[in-house]
């Protein structure tokens, strides 16, 4: 699931306890944006799928006519 990048959507987390900026300001509230999948997002799976047939096909793989998943 981590392979597969974000696309066309923004999603930010919330600094995980333990990790300290260096150049953070103690009363600025800061958060990540992710640039790759997360375990636990909603799209997760789905940008996975893509980026898997995406693969599959590149290497000489056709999607079956009976079964399109």
Do not use: H
Not at 30 to 52: I, M, P, T
Request: proline share 6%; aromatic share 14%; glycine share 6%.
């Amino acid at each position: 699931f981590p392979q597969a990048p974000l696309e066309n959507e923004e999603v930010f987390m919330d600094i995980p306890a333990g990790f300290y900026y260096k150049d953070s300001d103690s009363t600025q509230k800061c958060v990540l944006r992710l640039k790759k999948n997360q375990y636990g997002l909603k799209q997760a799976s789905y940008n996975w799928s893509k980026l898997l047939k995406a693969g599959l096909i590149n290497i000489g793989y056709k999607q079956s006519c009976i079964d399109p998943c």
